[in-house]
């Protein structure tokens, strides 16, 4: 590793040598715009290499995330007191980052000024961005853009960005700098594979370096950050092209290109290199999560385009073949394929199942949605193996859903539901039922980060593997997928059916009465909340609200759940138990597991535009940033602490 000092020089403080260090990382040094802001606004990428620019700029947001939490980026320029102490070590590493960057520019590529910028083609700019550069660079003065199109309202667009940006950080009480670059853009004059997929190696092994010299606060924090902007990357890509592109740059490179920092941090038994070392397969782990959400993207994506490119076919003729009836044995006493109307447990080819009944499903529906379950599933989807459908009989379009039962040690097990064990068990510990809380969240953000809809969760719906009395609360499955659909498949979209027990846990807009067609990811995660009430005071939310016989409840008494949760208006027939629905919470549970239900019950009002022409993609992520950091990661770190 080079000397910083022998690079740099010495006139400066050592903090004022990170600072300056890192902006050059970011924007250049002797050349401008040699930083990792070359490579972001790269122009002519070959197509062929487009995963590695993507794979590239993971990296550039790992560098930024880091710079962010350790304090480097922002106005007062205080370096957070950990790497107070590793100050020339932080030097060292960030020369190692710069001095990467220019020697790889110098040799692969070239620069043009952005005056006449016509011959350069800027494609790469489809993507949409999803990391801080743009709000770190103040755009170029307009006596050297002169005569670029629309200078005066990309300058407008980028001032908006960065004041909006900086309004948010000036709540917290602190501001990012802005770095002044030259305008100028790199354009790829060559690129060879492996020296590019070599500088990516040892980037992500400095970034591994830096980050473990965080903290365990900081690292959970900067992780939790981390998570964030791959789904936030998730959510921005939709076309089947760039999300092939995404998994190739998640796919694991082969060991001859992955080169450790072993050599340069010391031996195994090094406490630094364990850290080191512990980081990068935790980036590796993440990533692979992520690259499994891509692929179910991906296969609900192209089903949505079979099913829109799909013209002339009936809807009561289903895509693909169905299981055979006549291989499927039911238990003694149960029911059989005329009189099905609920989860009935089988045997088909010697496999224990169950069918869920997929009530007056439209026919085309049932076979997009067994291909999406049948799907390889990370386990966050919390989605129990699915074998396929089944007709339920040949005069009418209703199917079943055929799913595994899981053995537990080996034996048969039972199928045991939420609702059931309210009703029955005693009251779990606080940290079962959080972590139970934790676990529903992580799957309905799953679900969304896919962009598919769940639309009936319920106690009912979250199922548990039981057998001889053995019975895990922290492994939850859903089931339930009657109405599940991915949320571009508008045509397929079923209506509820008036029932009382279902329509308490949805939202009023969506509930029968109400119910438009127009279902939103926010319905579900209200589902989401009414689910977390139940779990938390362990009782059914009829008995919360004070519903004395729900299946007679009206549908304006349904409507006013939501109210009455909220504290905003109370019911008909207030409840025996004192106390608005969110103060109960806060007092089994403590006051972040409240806040955390009343977001879930008000998400509406994040999916809703903030302004007149806001754009879809907006919202979707500002309800996605929400759900994640505001939910998921709180119950999370709520039931790893207890």
């Not at 007191?81 to 520019?105: C, M, P």
């Not at 195994?268 to 891509?294: G, M």
């Not at 339930?480 to 508008?490: H, K, M, N, Q, V």
Request: glycine share 6%; proline share 4%.
């Amino acid at each position: 590793m080079a000397d910083p000092l022998s690079v740099l020089g010495a006139a400066v403080g050592v903090t004022a040598l990170i600072i300056q260090t890192t902006d050059e990382c970011i924007k250049g040094c002797n050349i401008p715009n040699q930083g990792f802001k070359l490579y972001h606004e790269a122009a002519n990428l070959p197509e062929t290499y487009r995963y590695l620019q993507v794979r590239f700029q993971m990296e550039q947001q790992r560098f930024l995330d880091f710079s962010l939490e350790a304090g480097i980026l922002y106005v007062d320029g205080v370096i957070c007191g950990t790497l107070q102490i590793s100050r020339h070590l932080l030097i060292a590493v960030l020369a190692e980052f710069r001095l990467l960057l220019e020697r790889y520019a110098d040799t692969n590529c070239k620069y043009e000024k952005l005056v006449a910028s016509a011959d350069v083609d800027r494609d790469d700019d489809k993507d949409l961005e999803s990391n801080l550069m743009a709000l770190l660079f103040l755009p170029p003065d307009d006596k050297i853009t002169k005569g670029r199109e629309n200078s005066t309202s990309k300058r407008a667009e980028y001032r908006k960005r960065v004041r909006k940006f900086g309004n948010t950080i000036a709540q917290a009480g602190r501001n990012l700098r802005t770095i002044a670059v030259e305008p100028k853009r790199l354009v790829w004059a060559a690129v060879d594979k492996d020296s590019f997929e070599g500088l990516i190696s040892k980037l992500e092994n400095l970034n591994s370096f830096l980050i473990a010299l965080l903290d365990s606060s900081q690292l959970r924090r900067l992780q939790a950050t981390m998570d964030t902007n791959y789904f936030v990357t998730l959510q921005l890509r939709n076309d089947v092209d760039s999300l092939k592109t995404l998994i190739k740059a998640l796919t694991p490179r082969t060991e001859n290109q992955q080169k450790p920092l072993r050599g340069k941090i010391g031996e195994e038994d090094n406490p630094l290199f364990r850290t080191v070392a512990e980081e990068t397969a935790t980036q590796e782990r993440r990533k692979q999560y992520l690259k499994q959400l891509v692929e179910m993207k991906i296969q609900s994506t192209e089903l949505s385009q079979l099913n829109s490119n799909a013209t002339g076919t009936s809807d009561s003729n289903p895509i693909g073949t169905p299981l055979p009836r006549g291989e499927f044995i039911f238990a003694k006493g149960a029911l059989g394929y005329d009189a099905l109307r609920q989860r009935t447990s089988a045997v088909y080819r010697g496999v224990n199942v169950w069918i869920d009944p997929d009530t007056e499903q439209v026919g085309r529906r049932i076979g997009l949605l067994t291909d999406l379950l049948r799907f390889v599933k990370p386990d966050g989807f919390r989605a129990p193996p699915c074998l396929g459908y089944v007709k339920i009989n040949d005069d009418t379009t209703r199917f079943g859903i055929v799913f595994e039962k899981l053995s537990i040690a080996g034996a048969q097990s039972d199928i045991v539901t939420l609702r059931e064990l309210i009703g029955r068990e005693p009251k779990p510990s606080l940290s079962t039922r959080i972590s139970l809380c934790a676990i529903i969240a992580r799957c309905v953000h799953s679900f969304h980060a896919v962009n598919w809809l769940h639309k009936a969760l319920r106690a009912d719906n979250i199922i548990f593997f039981s057998s001889a009395g053995i019975l895990d609360l922290k492994a939850p499955f859903v089931s339930g997928f009657e109405l599940a659909r991915p949320s571009t498949i508008d045509q397929m979209t079923e209506k509820p059916r008036f029932d009382p027990l279902n329509d308490i846990y949805r939202h009023p807009s969506a509930q029968f009465s109400q119910a438009d067609g127009n279902y939103r990811k926010s319905y579900d995660i209200y589902s989401l909340g009414v689910v977390i009430v139940e779990i938390a005071l362990w009782n059914h939310v009829e008995d919360i609200v004070g519903l004395q016989d729900l299946r007679k409840a009206k549908p304006r008494a349904l409507r006013d759940v939501r109210s009455w949760l909220l504290g905003k208006s109370a019911l008909p027939t207030e409840p025996a138990k004192t106390g608005p629905c969110l103060q109960q919470v806060a007092s089994a549970c403590g006051d972040t597991v409240r806040n955390v239900v009343e977001l879930c019950l008000e998400a509406d009002s994040v999916e809703k535009p903030e302004y007149v022409g806001e754009q879809e993609t907006a919202a979707a992520l500002r309800l996605q940033k929400m759900t994640e950091q505001g939910i998921v990661k709180k119950l999370e770190y709520i039931a790893e602490m207890l």
